[in-house]
């Protein structure tokens, strides 16, 4: 009786292990499924937070290509004064910061020395107009001597020889009269010298202006023999300036006449002054192997506020634009690792912009630069879309 309880329990037992096992399946497959699906989300998730893009917009806005460079300021036109005779100067009249007009004396050479010169010549003249007084009677003399002898020559009162020197007499005295008005003229030259040497002791400003430099003191000894001193340095008119930039050869090649220019002084570093390129000279300096070039920056300076050698810190407008499509310049660095697509036309360039989460790659053809920002002139892009200018790994958690 023991052994069929025993096979009923065991047939009961099997049974309800078959049925417990039927029920197990479906739960099974479908943890399988779950854990399938977490793994894929899995390592969805954990690829897209393991690398993040970042991103610049595309904006709007202005694009402003500048040179900056160092230069001095200067007046416009600066006149040297300097002394043409040398001497010893006996008076100053003007010092720094002196208004002088035209014409206005601002040293004085002692003119003694050039005074006697000219005393001497004035006397010389007198010399030689009584000489061609004196020469002038002695004409009239051999010039009737002469003629009498004419007349007794032919009754034979005087010899021919006689005539013959009274001849000679009339003609030597006729022309030291010409010797005598050539030496008035040269003696005429030499008083003009002389009273113009002695006007040079006068030093004049030849031009309206401020005194912005003075080399001379009282008692001190000018010498002129070999090169003219500068006494003086006029600046003609201090209301406008110049600044004379140092632009590389590398960047001299953009400047041209009209250009836009900004430029600030140590003096107020919290002021920036304006103006405009006036002249691009092309005589080269070569400094230490580097070749640079003069470009004339003209500035207003009503209020005097800038003073001949400050330095100035200038910046030349090469390229400007208003309101353009413009995308940051590390965009144009950036592509994605492994990324191989085919490079842009020449004259183009690729930048990937960030679309539904995806890195997508757009030509486009670039504009003015001004090393933050680079117009766009085509291309399928718009304001507000998200360029990728790198990528970072988020760190795993």
């Not at 001497?120 to 010039?143: E, F």
């Not at 002084?265 to 002054?273: A, I, L």
């Amino acid at each position: 009786m023991s052994e069929p309880l025993t096979y009923r329990e065991g047939a009961d037992t099997a049974t309800e292990t078959a049925r417990r096992f039927r029920g197990a399946v479906p739960a099974a497959i479908g943890a399988a499924l779950l854990a399938g699906a977490a793994l894929a989300l899995y390592w969805t998730l954990g690829r897209e937070n393991g690398m993040r893009y970042v991103t610049q917009k595309i904006t709007r806005g202005p694009i402003v290509r500048a040179v900056t460079t160092s230069g001095t300021v200067n007046p416009i036109i600066t006149v040297q004064v300097g002394a043409y005779v040398s001497g010893v100067i006996a008076a100053r009249y003007c010092d720094y910061n002196t208004e002088v007009k035209k014409g206005q004396v601002c040293a004085k050479i002692d003119p003694r020395p050039y005074q006697a010169v000219v005393d001497q010549m004035r006397a010389n003249l007198g010399v030689a107009k009584a000489q061609l007084v004196k020469d002038k009677a002695n004409l009239a003399y051999a010039k009737v001597a002469f003629e009498r002898n004419q007349k007794l020559v032919v009754t034979k009162a005087v010899s021919q020889d006689a005539l013959d020197s009274s001849k000679s007499a009339y003609d030597q005295a006729a022309a030291q009269i010409g010797l005598d008005e050539a030496t008035i003229a040269l003696q005429e030259a030499n008083l003009r010298a002389a009273e113009i040497n002695l006007g040079y002791t006068d030093i004049i400003a030849p031009v309206d202006g401020t005194v912005v430099t003075r080399a001379v003191e009282m008692g001190q000894t000018v010498a002129a023999s070999f090169q003219t001193p500068t006494l003086f340095l006029v600046g003609t008119d201090l209301t406008l300036m110049e600044v004379d930039a140092n632009v590389s050869e590398s960047d001299v090649g953009a400047m041209k006449e009209g250009d836009k220019a900004t430029f600030t002084v140590e003096s107020y570093p919290n002021r920036t002054f304006a103006g405009q390129v006036t002249q691009v000279r092309q005589s080269p300096q070569t400094i230490q192997n580097v070749v640079t070039y003069d470009v004339v920056v003209s500035a207003p300076n009503k209020d005097h506020a800038l003073m001949p050698g400050m330095t100035a810190t200038t910046r030349i407008v090469i390229g400007e634009r208003a309101n353009v499509l413009r995308a940051p310049d590390q965009a144009f660095r950036y592509a994605p690792k492994g990324a191989a697509i085919r490079p842009p036309q020449e004259g183009g360039a690729r930048i990937f912009v960030l679309r539904g989460g995806t890195p997508q790659a757009v030509v486009v053809a670039p504009g003015l630069d001004d090393d933050t920002n680079t117009e766009i002139v085509t291309g399928d892009l718009r304001d507000g879309d998200e360029a990728i200018i790198g990528e970072e790994r988020r760190p795993s958690s």
